[in-house]
């Protein structure tokens, strides 16, 4: 009996391995392990044998058994992956278009000045940061210095949406919110820069969206001065823009910075552009943050990226970076 099982388990193997497919094992996994299976008729005839003899052979075909199932398994995990492989390669996307021998398709003009920026402003030594874009009223105006009531809220035109109290959760305005909470999250010395997208309830024009992007940059420190401020800036303008580039600051006024100006670049004509806003931490926005004013002070300035898409690249309307159409976002 025991030559019998052992023959049995050779021709087992080679059944097994024979099977071509799924369905093919499965045929085979009847034959070896069903109830008319050899295994099977054997064990049925268990019961008129020797207590000896079927604790020898009851053993064995259980050996037996195991060993056919493994085998059964192991081909069965081989053959699956091969039908995996067939349906993946049936179901799979070229995504690599070419036309003659150049790649269609790259970075949006947007993301391409987002990139551009990022990289400058690391390798001054900023890290990069970045914050959710629905907001809580504290970290969006509360935090930076806006009382409820403040007639500076009406300048953003905010887009609330329908969570917790009224008026209390709302699309970011401004990535000013992420300047807040890295206050609140990071122990000074802090230099970093908040790029992202914002939202606020304009009318579409050339100069306006109702979703654009800006990037703002913050930097908490011992002993910072309006002088750190004003050299930064125009080190980030002959960088970015050029030697021909240089710039200038007019006073102006925000609630979360004191003093505060606004950025200005001169371009090669001669001409004067306006870019953003700056200004020196107000020491309210500190103390908000659990920041002693005594101790830090910094500076904060924020312009548009996409304006700053359109200078570089002589763009004239706004809209033209979110109408998807290929002939123009093709020229950069």
Not at 95 to 100: A, G, H, K, N, Q
Not at 183 to 197: C, F, K, N, V
Not at 255 to 284: K, Q, Y
Not at 286 to 310: I, N, T, V, Y
């Amino acid at each position: 009996m025991d030559l019998d099982l052992d023959a049995h388990l050779t021709a087992a193997g080679a059944a097994v391995a024979d099977a071509a497919n799924l369905d093919a094992l499965a045929a085979v996994d009847a034959e070896l392990l069903g109830k008319r299976s050899v295994l099977a008729t054997v064990r049925s005839q268990l019961g008129g044998m020797e207590p000896d003899q079927r604790k020898v052979v009851g053993r064995r075909v259980h050996e037996v058994r195991t060993e056919v199932e493994r085998l059964i398994a192991e081909r069965r995990s081989v053959l699956a992956a091969g039908a995996r492989a067939v349906v993946l390669e049936a179901e799979r996307l070229d995504l690599t278009e070419f036309d003659r021998g150049r790649r269609l398709g790259h970075r949006h003009v947007v993301t391409q000045t987002w990139e551009r920026l990022e990289d400058l402003f690391v390798g001054m030594g900023y890290t990069v940061s970045e914050g959710p874009e629905i907001e809580d009223e504290w970290h969006n105006f509360g935090a930076l210095n806006f009382p409820l009531g403040h007639p500076a809220r009406d300048m953003y035109d905010t887009l609330y949406v329908e969570y917790g109290e009224p008026q209390s959760t709302l699309l970011r305005t401004h990535t000013s919110p992420v300047q807040i909470r890295v206050m609140e999250d990071q122990e000074p010395p802090i230099y970093s820069i908040m790029p992202g997208r914002v939202f606020r309830s304009d009318t579409a024009d050339a100069t306006h969206m109702p979703v654009f992007h800006q990037i703002e940059g913050l930097v908490i420190d011992r002993d910072i001065t309006f002088g750190d401020l004003a050299g930064t800036l125009e080190a980030f303008t002959t960088a970015y823009f050029g030697a021909g580039f240089t710039s200038r600051l007019r006073p102006s006024y925000f609630p979360f910075t004191e003093p505060s100006a606004e950025f200005d670049i001169r371009r090669p004509d001669g001409s004067w552009l306006e870019l953003g806003g700056c200004g020196m931490v107000h020491p309210n926005v500190l103390r908000s943050c659990g920041l002693d004013p005594e101790e830090w002070s910094g500076f904060a300035f924020g312009f548009g990226l996409d304006r700053l898409a359109l200078m570089r690249h002589g763009i004239d309307d706004l809209r033209e970076l979110f109408r998807n159409d290929h002939r123009f976002l093709g020229q950069f």
